[in-house]
């Protein structure tokens, strides 16, 4: 029973102790099929980190840009801290996302392609640093979501048949 166990993947343990999950975007994995994904730094002021650690933040409307061979972050929504007074910040400003030259050639290149767009998948603290998983995705229609959701179902009631036998 114990090797059973020690056989689990990555992703059904918990995450990486040095990482505290902030915020994600479900939504963004319902309305987009994910094609790739990569792990970017973010550039903060000292009272949008407050406001992160308190976690008060939304990435529901917030989509990636790029801008002068640069990667923005447009539409996310850091509330105000509540104990800085005169040097809060702008809740929805645009924020830069920290990237190697060679990885928004790669990455975030492939956004400018028909049909693809950057997507705030999930935001966290690793290592005492705020980092965001984007996403690169293709918008799906009405019928690939009730497509998805149909096979969704059908392996849950199939796992569900095998573990009753």
């Known amino acids: 029973m114990a090797a059973n166990k020690s056989k689990k993947s990555k992703s059904a343990t918990v995450e990486d102790k ?3 999950r902030i915020a994600e975007n479900r939504r963004a994995r319902r309305n987009y099929e994910i094609i ?3 792990e970017c730094g973010i550039a903060l002021q000292g009272s949008e980190v407050k406001s992160l650690r308190a976690g008060k933040v939304s990435l529901d409307e917030a989509y ?9 972050l447009i539409g996310c929504d850091i509330a105000e801290y ?3 007074n005169v040097m809060n910040h702008e809740p929805r400003r645009p924020r830069k996302l920290l990237l190697h030259r060679r990885e928004i ?3 975030a290149s492939k956004a400018t392609e028909r049909g693809l767009t950057l997507v705030p998948l999930k935001m966290y603290f690793k290592s005492g640093k705020a980092k965001i998983l984007m996403g690169v ?3 799906r229609k009405l019928f690939d979501k009730r497509e998805k ?3 969704e179902t059908l392996k849950r009631d199939m ?3 095998v573990r009753r036998r």
């Open 18 to 20: 040095n990482q505290k």
């Open 82 to 84: 509540s104990h800085a």
């Open 64 to 72: 990636g840009r790029i801008l002068n061979k640069e990667v923005w």
């Open 36 to 38: 790739d994904t990569l």
């Open 149 to 151: 959701l149909k096979k």
């Open 159 to 161: 796992e569900r048949a």
């Open 137 to 139: 995705g293709r918008g």
């Open 105 to 107: 050639h790669k990455f």
